[in-house]
């Protein structure tokens, strides 16, 4: 039942106002009321309701307006599921009224009427006409189903499962939960519930400020986010109006008297602009429909504010409606030639369409007095969709190849997307309100990720796509691809390159997730701070719940990335420090050779020799950096060559992502391969790397390629290479 309803024995105020969308308050001039059927009188259908249903062969008076909205969107549909679901809807919620004292069956009537202007499909009506039945009267959903169908017994148990909500700050997180559920399943369900909404917020005028005010900031901070989310602007736009009257008076008010004030002016230069837009069209032969469509209060007060003192054209956009894709982009060329552009305003969300099913071109042109006008050009079919976003798609769930089943030859919008009825938004939030550990966790995340009006998407390296909001980092990709999963996330690849799993994403981006192999692998703690979407924050915030972190904040650092300074990890036995390294033979023999620090040769490596202080020969990797230096300074080369002694000593960086053990896991794949660590270092991290150097001694040469390849192999380890030092042989 809706919360303006009350039983009959206590009967609300008997002569209530309704509150009006802003556009049609009185005092508001014609020219700036939307082109929209007469509202129906609630009163005289409350009246007709009283005198109980027409004769089983009519449709009753009562849902004569439904019948007329219905058949204008769709001229085939059937009525009779629309005249027996008002029968019973009326018999069973005859005697109740609602706190305006007006019969209750006129609330879910104002319902299916507002479904059935902007489109919907015969099984919503009907639905909607008994979407209060079973929660308030003695219905039950097996008479439903028994009488209408499957399909209408689960939108109305799916509207039922919202249930009465007090909203109070307990029960308001848990019933939109439940809403989101069900509304994953069909989102005709959320279709009902904002039609519902802006019914009451229409009424909310025999209620007390204080709870008029409670649920116009729960209209506010959820159901009209969601409006936008499934491309309703028709519903937003009004919400958004009652909302701004309810919380924000005054300015509503000022903002009223601007719209009055510039209705009674001599002149429209918006007006003017559309004449001239339709002779340019006229004249290019494209066929169009240019509409003057003024601006909602809310608009306006945003225009006013960001603009400063308003100007006549200020006060609305130019619509142009046309027949085909193409044609918009021709309207766009010869507006663009005859007239005078703004460059900057230009978008196109036809080649682009917003998350939420919409596509238009948006332009402006100005004229030589400086007015600028806005101009918005579409498809008819894109308008529609426009207006009533997932509303206009009939019923998303029926195959292509067949017919609606209440009969009316509906076909489902050919649209884009694969799945126009599940955009990336709403999957995520689906996916993610299961592991909300409370209501309250749930109800502020909901709130954060319906604040986010904008989404990307990005492609997998499997050719797959993910759908992300705006400002979202690597650790949200990981997230959404992986789930729980992504704790062993170890780094990625963003259009090839490696990036930090901080790297915020951009639109169009190629990511490729590196997963280590760990089972038993954690996320970081630091990648809270770059997680964006809800999915990422309560799945690490979930673990932190369940991993607190040690009391020495400084030690847990420590163990995550390895120890700050760098520090010589402990050596191996004495024994395998003094094993006998790989030798060189100089020319002439018998002179003193050393091994070059800055390259480190070993065998095989070609080799080169410089003659340094004290008669000693440095052995140098021939594609050395030190050893051109010295070439190109004229010193000269000293023929080297290898020994035949098989032990070697070399120089190894590891460069990997931060995460708890990485240092202990490297030293133990060195060990499996037989080889000594002589010395390591581990530099402090930098934007969650770590850079780890190991002098190691191995028995032969033959061993390095394998060595290479095992160290690489551990999670985490993204590159390993020789050691290429600044040159120090040139002494």
């Given at each position: ?70 058949r204008a969107h769709h001229p085939d549909a059937k009525l009779e599921p629309l005249r027996r679901a008002y ?645």
């Amino acid at each position: 039942m809706s919360a303006e309803a009350t039983n009959p024995a206590k009967p609300g105020p008997a002569t209530p106002a309704d509150r009006r969308p802003a556009s049609l308050e009185p005092g508001v001039p014609p020219a700036h009321r939307k082109k929209a059927r007469a509202r129906i009188d609630l009163r005289r259908l409350g009246r007709a309701a009283l005198l109980g249903p027409a004769a089983r062969d009519r449709l009753p008076d009562a849902i004569g307006h439904v019948a007329e909205a219905h058949r204008a969107h769709h001229p085939d549909a059937k009525l009779e599921p629309l005249r027996r679901a008002y029968v019973l809807a009326e018999s069973s919620h005859r005697g109740q009224m609602r706190k305006s004292g007006e019969p209750y069956i006129t609330h879910p009537l104002a319902v299916t009427l507002i479904l059935a202007e902007l489109g919907a499909e015969t099984t919503t009506l009907t639905a909607s006409l008994l979407h209060d039945t079973v929660e308030d009267t003695e219905v039950t959903l097996d008479q439903v189903r028994e009488e209408f169908g499957d399909e209408v017994c689960y939108l109305v148990d799916g509207v039922t499962k919202l249930e009465k909500v007090d909203y109070g700050a307990a029960a308001e997180p848990e019933t939109f939960r439940k809403m989101l559920v069900a509304t994953g399943n069909d989102v005709r369900v959320m279709s009902i519930k904002l039609a519902d909404r802006l019914h009451n917020m229409r009424t909310l005028g025999v209620m007390r400020p204080e709870k008029q005010a409670r649920i116009a900031k729960v209209t506010r901070d959820v159901l009209i986010p969601l409006a936008e989310r499934l491309g309703v602007q028709a519903l937003k736009t009004e919400l958004e109006d009652l909302v701004f009257a309810i919380l924000h008076p005054e300015e509503y008010e000022h903002t009223r008297e601007l719209i009055v004030e510039n209705a009674s002016r001599s002149d429209d230069p918006l007006a003017e602009i559309a004449e001239e837009v339709r002779v340019v069209l006229r004249d290019a032969g494209i066929q169009a429909e240019v509409l003057i469509r003024p601006r909602h209060f809310v608009s306006v007060h945003r225009v006013s504010r960001k603009r400063g003192p308003m100007r006549g054209a200020d006060f609305g956009r130019l619509l142009v409606l046309v027949n085909e894709d193409a044609d918009c982009y021709g309207v766009l060329g010869e507006l663009h030639t005859c007239l005078t552009p703004v460059v900057s305003e230009f978008k196109d969300f036809i080649a682009v369409p917003k998350f939420n099913l919409y596509q238009s071109l948006h332009t402006a042109v100005t004229r030589g007095d400086g007015q600028v006008a806005e101009v918005l050009i579409r498809t008819h079919q894109m308008h529609k969709v426009a207006e009533a976003g997932v509303i206009a798609l009939g019923n998303p769930y029926a195959p292509p190849s067949e017919e609606q089943p209440d009969g009316g030859g509906e076909r489902p919008f050919d649209g884009e997307r694969a799945d126009p009825t599940r955009p990336g938004w709403l999957s995520r939030l689906l996916d993610w309100q299961q592991g909300a550990p409370d209501p309250d966790t749930f109800w502020s995340t909901l709130r954060e990720d319906l604040a986010q009006d904008r989404e990307i998407t990005v492609f997998r390296a499997d050719g797959g796509s993910l759908g992300l909001p705006e400002g979202a980092s690597c650790v949200d990709a990981a997230y959404a691809q992986y789930g729980e999963d992504a704790h062993a996330c170890i780094g990625a690849r963003v259009n090839g390159r490696l990036a930090t799993l901080s790297t915020v994403l951009k639109d169009g981006d190629t990511v490729q997730l590196l997963m280590g192999q760990d089972p038993a692998s954690e996320p970081s703690r630091e990648w809270l701070e770059h997680a964006h979407t809800a999915a990422a924050r309560i799945a690490i915030q979930r673990w932190m719940a369940t991993h607190p972190a040690p009391g020495d904040e400084e030690a847990a650092r420590a163990s995550a990335t390895g120890p700050r300074p760098p520090v010589a990890a402990p050596a191996r036995p004495a024994e395998t420090q003094t094993a006998r390294p790989a030798s060189a033979v100089a020319d002439p023999p018998g002179a003193s050779v050393r091994m070059a620090g800055c390259c480190t040769p070993v065998p095989p490596d070609e080799v080169t020799g410089f003659a340094v202080r004290g008669g000693v020969v440095t052995v140098h990797r021939v594609e050395c950096a030190g050893a051109a230096r010295m070439k190109s300074a004229g010193r000269p080369e000293v023929g080297v060559r290898w020994g035949d002694t098989t032990e070697f000593r070399v120089t190894l960086v590891a460069e990997s992502f931060g995460r708890p053990h990485l240092l202990a896991d490297l030293t133990e794949a060195i060990a499996a391969e037989g080889v000594a660590v002589v010395s390591a270092t581990v530099e402090p991290p930098s934007q969650q790397r770590v850079r780890h150097t190991y002098t190691l001694q191995l028995p032969d040469a033959a061993h390095l390629p394998g060595l290479m390849r095992a160290m690489r192999n551990v999670p985490g380890v993204y590159d390993v290479s020789r050691a290429q030092h600044p040159a120090t042989a040139a002494q």
